[in-house]
């Protein structure tokens, strides 16, 4: 995992990001469908890399980036290329990999259902329990400018007294997603995701929205460093 | 930068000081500037306890609060509503004394010299300051409502301070005969929780509804309008078809009076008798802001940068008490006028930096189970006022998935800011 930590997303976090797109498809529906991948894929505790690479903590994942796996060279491009594993992401690759990633190594064949392939994404997002990033968080989209801001901890420290109000200074999350230990580019991005409105969140939208590339840059720097 | 004036500061003689560019330091005679904190709830808490955090013991931090146990007056309203218990509201100061080094004294306040700069408690004690901060709530306006007064608040209680006072009005509702009439006598702008009436209204139709569906709820209501109004009719016809009777200014809603012996509600002539009277008065700010000579009318004045009042630069006034502008009074605007309230007061004590105010508030309300709303802005401090800088409001007709998820979310603040208040 190269993107290093992300953060937890609570299961009132993960249903108001469903919310807002569609209703939160069942898991365990998904575990039928998982079926047809487990000649190759493992998954849960002690998951090994077979003849496809182990699937925990897909969400957030650089394509091609676990460790010890041989990819194809178009999967591993595409990961040195930015792609990330996420709900959308993997919603167009598995409807159709050879077309996705043409030439990648994964023989089988898609799901052509839509709600299977969510039912399958949820499956998979459950054992991924730290997973932050959309796809429409792509940290490629920002400018590079925004991301190389150095944030004042100092500063971050007294702007992050707004966020407590709701998200808790030691990390726990009851009801609200825990934004400490991020990784700064994640916060930043996330953050950047809600100025821009491409998150839909109204109360992240209005905080977000009126905070400087320097003050998210701060808070990204503060937050970072709290365990 | 802040952390070498502080360390300059603390290891300096007077003398020394002189020459930095810091604010003049008012250091008390053991070494220490104090602050004295009047007030336990969302804007006091909050104070201490981001002013013993950050400064890291270099300020003396007294907290003055009458309650060991305080409860939140937001969400009590779930109470009445049966969706929280009682001891979900109830906090205590324990950890503020423990870990934050913060000075926790139950008395209550009684005066305030501003000249001398010391307060006097009702056990006697006085405490000397170097800043005062006031975070004392609201009291009732003598005679708002005809035929009210708290000398009756156990037959017609407001329920507007969390306790007693809302079990005791629980308890009433619970009593109801079949069939029988709750009344509510809204207050008039400004006063604490502007969507805390109508949320009230929800609830109690909520738990009536399950025990006593024949019931009535009628509200006189002084205003034309009210907070979140479109948000709360469209629910309570949905949830609470026929069961309540919004009276407002039009229809002489605000033309009122109650007898608390012969428990009747009188709205524009017309007499009611009534089972349970919820009278909400007319607000101002807590006495001790009188006694300090920081009131100006019914509220207290203050600067937008540092809620300083505009009566004593090293008097400052937070939450439900201040006039400070455009925020709403809730207990999320107060925890907000807080933080930047500690900053100032820290910056001034000991040169640390004070970074620009920014203010914000969301009030989330519950109108039946996992139908939550909520509206929220964000403001600035300008030279006249705390100035909104534009907000968001829930919208009608949004789909189940959204109204549950508003709710979770508000159950996330709740236990955000009461760690945030309370460590």
Redesign the interface.
């Known amino acids: 995992m190269i993107r290093g930590r992300f953060l937890s997303v ?1 299961t ?1 976090a993960a ?2 990001i ?3 797109t569609h ?1 939160e498809p069942d898991p365990d529906a998904g575990a039928t469908l998982f079926n047809q991948c487990k000649a190759c894929h493992q998954i849960g505790e002690g998951a090994k890399n077979r003849v496809g690479p182990q699937l925990n903590d897909l969400n957030g994942r650089v394509a091609g980036s676990v460790d010890g796996f041989r990819y194809s060279k178009p999967m591993a491009n595409a990961g040195e290329n930015g792609l990330v594993w996420t709900d959308e992401t993997l919603n167009a690759f598995l409807e159709d990999p050879q077309s996705y990633i043409p030439k990648t190594k994964m023989g089988f064949r898609g799901i052509k259902d839509a709600e299977d392939r969510a039912k399958l994404i949820a499956y998979l997002d459950s054992f991924s329990p730290d997973m932050l990033l959309h796809s429409s968080d792509n940290p490629h989209d920002l400018d590079p400018a925004i991301l190389a801001i150095k944030g004042d901890v ?2 971050g ?3 992050s ?2 966020c ?7 990390g ?5 997603p825990s934004i400490t230990g991020w990784a700064e580019e994640d916060f930043v991005t996330v953050m950047h995701a809600y100025k821009n409105k491409s998150r839909t969140h ?2 992240m ?3 977000a ?2 905070l400087s590339n320097e003050e998210i840059a701060a808070l990204a720097a503060y937050f970072g460093g709290l365990e | 930068m802040f952390k070498l004036n502080r360390r300059l500061f603390l290891g300096s003689s007077a003398a020394a000081l002189g020459t930095l560019a810091a604010p003049a330091v008012m250091a008390a005679a053991h070494g220490k500037p104090r602050v004295v904190v009047i007030g336990g709830g969302a804007g006091g808490a909050t104070a201490a306890r981001y002013l013993a955090k950050d400064s890291d013991g270099a300020i003396d931090v007294t907290l003055v609060e009458p309650s060991r146990t305080y409860f939140t007056c937001f969400f009590s309203n779930l109470y009445l509503g049966g969706f929280k218990q009682m001891d979900d509201l109830g906090h205590t100061y324990g950890t503020l004394a423990s870990d934050y080094g913060i000075n926790v004294i139950h008395d209550w306040a009684v005066d305030v010299d501003p000249d001398g700069k010391t307060v006097t408690l009702a056990g006697g004690a006085m405490l000397g300051y170097d800043k005062l901060i006031l975070s004392p709530g609201i009291d009732f306006v003598d005679g708002a409502v005809e035929g009210w007064s708290v000398d009756v608040q156990n037959k017609m209680p407001h329920a507007y301070k969390a306790g007693s006072q809302t079990e005791l009005l629980k308890s009433q509702i619970m009593a109801m005969p079949e069939g029988g009439t709750f009344a509510m006598v809204a207050p008039p702008n400004p006063y604490r929780c502007p969507p805390g009436p109508y949320e009230r209204i929800s609830m109690v139709a909520h738990a009536l509804k399950a025990n006593n569906p024949t019931a009535k709820i009628i509200v006189a209501d002084p205003k034309p309008k009210f907070s979140k109004q479109g948000l709360f009719q469209e629910g309570w016809n949905k949830h609470y078809a026929g069961m309540v009777d919004w009276i407002g200014e039009d229809f002489g809603g605000g033309n009122v009076s109650v007898d608390a012996d012969a428990m009747t509600v009188t709205i524009d002539g017309e007499e009611t008798k009534v089972d349970v009277c919820n009278v909400i008065p007319a607000m101002k700010a807590g006495r001790i802001a009188d006694m300090a000579g920081v009131t100006d009318g019914n509220w207290a004045p203050v600067n937008a940068a540092d809620l300083s009042s505009k009566a004593n630069a090293d008097i400052h006034v937070l939450g439900d008490s201040a006039q400070q502008g455009d925020m709403p009074k809730s207990g999320f605007s107060a925890n907000s006028q807080a933080k930047v309230c500690a900053n100032a007061v820290r910056g001034a004590l000991t040169g640390s930096t004070v970074f620009p105010a920014k203010f914000s508030n969301t009030c989330w309300s519950l109108i039946a189970e996992n139908d939550g709303v909520k509206v929220g802005a964000t403001y600035e401090a300008t030279p006249e006022k705390i100035a909104s800088q534009g907000g968001f409001i829930s919208q009608t007709g949004e789909d189940s998935a959204t109204r549950k998820a508003t709710y979770e979310e508000s159950e996330g603040w709740y236990s955000g800011i009461v760690a945030d208040m309370f460590g």
């Open positions: 609570t009132a249903t108001l469903a919310a807002a209703a100092a500063y420290e007294y702007l007294g707004e407590k109000t709701c998200h808790q200074e030691d726990s999350a009851q009801g609200m109204p109360v939208q209005m905080m929205g009126r």
